[in-house]
């Protein structure tokens, strides 16, 4: 990718990153140059062929992979996953899925509810302390 003088730049790793895919599954242009902050809003709103086929297809790094099934990294990690996984590979583990990612998206349902009623609780204090008025 070019560089603009005037235009901040970001390290391919990073940009590889904000566009939620595997940097090592990148074409070499995009791997070992700069990209500025107007070349990935152009990759974010006009995704070329290659980065379509990425994000559809994968590989996909592993907080994509832990999105898609819906556990976290650490939740991952304590599965065994250690590499990227595809979009095909994802699937197959959804569709007949392991005892561990059973487990995992228990858990990680448990703290998203905790989470919510956390929320709720701290709102609801809020509201008492400011007087009910909601305004």
């Known amino acids: 990718?070019?560089?603009?003088?005037?235009?901040?730049?970001?390290?391919a790793e990073t940009a590889a990153k904000?566009?939620?895919?595997?940097?090592?599954?990148?074409?070499?242009?995009?791997?070992?140059?700069?990209?500025?902050?107007?070349?990935?809003?152009?990759?974010?709103?006009d995704p070329p062929e290659w980065l379509q086929v990425l994000r559809r297809e994968g590989p996909h790094p592993r907080t994509v992979?832990?999105?898609?099934?819906?556990?976290?990294?650490?939740?991952?990690?304590?599965?065994?996953?250690?590499?990227?996984?595809?979009?095909?590979?994802?699937?197959?583990?959804?569709?007949?899925?392991?005892?561990?990612?059973v487990t995992e998206r228990a858990t990680q349902a448990e703290v998203r509810a905790e989470k919510i009623r956390v929320a709720d609780r701290d709102k609801e204090r809020a509201e008492r302390r400011s007087g009910g008025s909601g305004v």
């Open 65 to 101: 992979v832990a999105a898609k099934l819906g556990i976290s990294n650490s939740g991952l990690a304590r599965g065994g996953v250690t590499e990227p996984l595809t979009t095909a590979e994802i699937k197959a583990l959804l569709e007949a899925p392991p005892a561990w990612l």
């Open 1 to 11: 990718m070019s560089q603009s003088k005037n235009s901040q730049t970001m390290k």
């Open 18 to 45: 904000k566009l939620g895919i595997l940097l090592e599954a990148a074409p070499e242009e995009f791997r070992e140059g700069l990209v500025t902050r107007d070349e990935l809003a152009a990759l974010t709103t």
